[in-house]
Structure formats: structure tokens, C-alpha cells
């Protein structure tokens, strides 16, 4: 009668805890626990949206800060845009120390490459499928930006009329260049 009981005890035992995911073997197998304020990883690098596009070119700036740093008093901004063209904030400005925000708006790498010539933006002799450097003179330029980088570029310009271009083999021909004149 007492073997009975304790096996009925058992059983009932069992029959409790087994659902509940205890196994009479004492483990306990955790339930997944709810996750709570769980925020997606940070993620670095190109976002969601359109892939790499023809012209990338591994390499560039790794990390992007999760909001753009503050923008310099009386600074340029460059907008760099995957359907390559390039918006300037200002077409010119006085001579001296400048600041450009060279902002890569897009997913694909560009860059920024301030250059001085008496040649209209779009005209720069193209070798190789870049502009041809050799035929201005550069002035300063940005690394290589991953999609949503930001870089500010600081320097001093002499008066004279210069070129913005993004030079991203193929970017500069499909029409990533604008004239900038420093006075
Ligand atoms: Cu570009």
C-alpha cells in the first residue's frame, strides 16, 4: 500500500512538473525569456537599401558615428548622392580657411576632391575613367566615404575657380563635379 502510494505521488510528481518543462530528473530546461527593451545591434557600415552599385571600391572609412558631428560654424556641405551627382551648399566663398562637409548621403563609397582649374567643372580631361588630376591642381580631399560617412575637410583656398568632384572610377563622367569659386 505504501509503494503504491509513493508511486502515485511520483506520477502525480511528473505529471506537474514535465509540462512545466522540469524533468524528473531534476533539469530544468529555461523557457526563452522575453526579451525586454531589446534594442537592435548597432550597425555600422551601409544600411538597408540598395546594394553596392558599379564604381565601389572596397575599403573606406569603417565606422559611422550615430549622428553626424556637429557642423563647423560657416562650413560647405557637400551632399554625395548615389545618383552621382554631388549638391553644394554655397557655389562660392571667400578665400581662407574653408571647411567643406563632405556628406555621403548613399550606400555606395564616394569621395570628395576639391581641385583648382580654370577648366569648367564638367571638363576636366577624363583618363581611365576618372578625371584626369594631372590636368588641375588638387587642393585637398576626402578618404574614400562608406554609405552615410561624414568627413570635414579644412583648408585654406586662394582665390580662384575650383572644382568639386568625386573621383570613384566612373562617378566624375556620370556628372559628380561642381564649379566652386573662392573670391
Ligand atoms: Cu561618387
Redesign the pocket.
Known sequence: MKELLTAVLVSVVVAVLVPLGISAAGTYELPPLPVVGAKPATSFGPGPGPGPGP?TVSGGTAATPASPPPLPAGAIVVD?LDT?K?NVSAASAPAGLLVFRADNKGA????LAIVKTDLASGSIPVAAGKADESKVQLAARTKNLAGKAIEDVKVTLQAGKYALI?N?PA?YQSG?HAAFTVQ
Open positions: 564604381g554625395l552621382l554631388l555606395i563609397i564616394h569621395e568625386c570613384i562617378h559628380m
